[in-house]
């Protein structure tokens, strides 16, 4: 590999958000699929949270998150969601939080997206976002599983 290819990284900036909105596509199958009423209640062993709950998650570290990489400042305030407490309202999040990365994404320069969390030095932020939203997705497989629903294919982005 030369130095030039050393630098590059794996992904572009664009294969980077397409491969996170695949990423995001198949978590909203997730989400689509599961029992309404078991979206912000099941959970199999406390303290796991319900899948709604990790998701809310999910959602609330973007804004912050993108907008810490656009501009340095990392504000890790975390928009207020106790209004949503149901899928429909859920899955309006989630759409706003996609319309939210979309107008963004344009904004990041390649050196803010190679760039990390501060107060986690180890972590890129982008790569982090989508590892926790797969790890809580992963964990809403279960449940959806424990409940007797087959979870949407992984790999069908």
Do not use: C
Not at 21 to 33: D, K, L, Q, S, Y
Not at 43 to 69: C, D, K
Not at 73 to 100: C, H, I, P, T, Y
Not at 146 to 153: N, Q, R, T, W, Y
């Amino acid at each position: 590999m030369t130095e030039a290819d050393a630098g590059a990284g794996i992904f572009t900036a664009q294969e980077t958000l397409d491969h996170w909105r695949g990423h995001r596509a198949v978590t909203r199958r997730t989400i689509e699929r599961f029992p309404d009423e078991h979206l912000f209640s099941f959970t199999p062993a406390p303290p796991l949270r319900p899948f709604g709950e990790m998701m809310l998650e999910v959602i609330r570290m973007i804004p912050p998150s993108l907008q810490g990489i656009e501009t340095g400042d990392w504000n890790f305030q975390l928009a207020d969601m106790s209004g949503v407490q149901d899928k429909a309202a859920l899955l309006r999040a989630w759409d706003e939080a996609d319309a939210f990365i979309e107008a963004r994404w344009a904004h990041l320069t390649r050196e803010a997206l190679r760039g990390v969390v501060p107060p986690l030095p180890h972590l890129r932020a982008v790569p982090y976002l989508v590892d926790n939203e797969i790890h809580h997705r992963a964990q809403g497989f279960i449940y959806l599983r424990l409940l007797g629903v087959e979870p949407p294919a992984f790999f069908e982005r």
